[in-house]
């Protein structure tokens, strides 16, 4: 029961980073109908954008320490952050030590901008292309990022830590009644999966319950009469796919203590986000975000020792074999909308 529930935990982790890049997908699919391959690399500028933030925040000038002496007694010239001169040195050591959390403020409007710039510059003149050439275009756009991105931080993981209080790991054997150092968690991982649901059932709740969430929705149902009826839905559209940016955005920023940033990991992402997208049904969203847990929960128990001495790799191509059982029996989806690839 303990390697259960520890296999669950590592699936819902996973999952959750799955759930939420295939959510953005999803939206740019259902509102543009624009097949995304550059979404993988707005996962990976967010990581960086809490990198960038992390480096600023320790930006130092130096500066002539009388209370540190060499060993001639000469006083010591030590690098002081700025923040420590705005906020003193307590507050600065603390907003540091939150970079990553305080990067959410940072990583918004940087991701909104860069997901409004990427359809207003490029992806609007694709959108009455064929898919494929939309893939090509979009999977072009992510190998430039992908590159501007090692240019300036380089090609090696940057470690970007949690803060000093979620360090560490809850023992839920001990809270569920088990014996204690039974089933350990690290405390951020269990923040990833907390802060996935928050942001699942913002993006949800803004589509059913305000106004321009229910006229988006009404577009993505039928353009044309919503254009009809004197509405810009090209304008909300453009403001969706920076919504759906900022989604990826966020996933990034905090799967950084996670997975150290590096310029590849958003290629790493983008193939298994898209066959969630697949297996959930293109376009439902409540597919998509299903399909991330499942998937995450499926290729975690996958890798369990027992199971990969019975099948020796199976844990590398079990989310592909799920997609092709569900494509050759259900091409829509598990959630997606009848006809909808089964053409």
């Not at 954008?49 to 001639?72: N, P, Y």
Request: with cysteine; charged share 10%; hydrophobic share 55%.
């Amino acid at each position: 029961m303990d390697a259960i529930i520890l296999q669950i935990l590592n699936g819902l982790d996973k999952g959750s980073a799955y759930a939420l890049i295939a959510l953005g997908l999803t939206l740019i699919f259902g509102t543009l109908g624009v097949v995304n391959f550059a979404h993988g690399a707005l996962f990976m500028i967010g990581a960086f954008c809490a990198v960038t933030l992390s480096r600023l925040l320790q930006f130092s000038h130096t500066v002539i320490d009388e209370t540190q002496k060499d060993f001639l007694g000469n006083p010591l010239q030590v690098e002081v952050p700025y923040i420590y001169d705005i906020f003193g040195q307590a507050t600065g050591d603390v907003i540091i030590d939150w970079a990553v959390p305080i990067s959410i403020l940072f990583a918004i409007p940087v991701m909104v901008l860069i997901g409004v710039a990427m359809e207003r510059g490029l992806i609007k003149h694709f959108y009455s292309r064929p898919h494929a050439d939309q893939i090509l275009v979009t999977f072009g756009l992510a190998i430039v990022l992908q590159e501007i991105i090692k240019y300036y931080y380089g090609a090696n993981p940057i470690p970007t830590p949690a803060p000093d209080a979620f360090k560490g790991s809850f023992d839920f054997g001990a809270a569920l009644g088990f014996d204690p150092n039974t089933i350990i968690y690290p405390y951020w991982r269990l923040v990833y999966f907390a802060f996935a649901a928050i942001i699942i059932g913002g993006v949800f709740a803004f589509l059913q319950f305000t106004t321009f969430g229910m006229v988006v929705r009404a577009g993505m149902a039928d353009r044309e009469t919503v254009q009809l009826l004197g509405i810009n839905i090209d304008k909300r559209f453009t403001l969706m796919f920076g919504l759906a940016a900022a989604v990826a955005g966020l996933a990034g920023v905090m799967y950084t203590p996670i997975n150290s940033p590096n310029y590849h990991m958003g290629m790493d992402f983008l193939v298994l986000s898209f066959v969630v997208v697949v297996v959930g049904g293109m376009g439902s969203l409540p597919g998509a975000v299903l399909a991330g847990f499942l998937l995450g929960i499926l290729e975690s128990f996958a890798s369990m020792r027992e199971v990969l001495e019975f099948l020796p790799g199976i844990n590398q191509i079990i989310i592909y074999l799920v997609a092709i059982i569900i494509l050759l029996t259900r091409p829509r989806g598990l959630m997606g909308r009848k006809g909808v690839m089964e053409d």
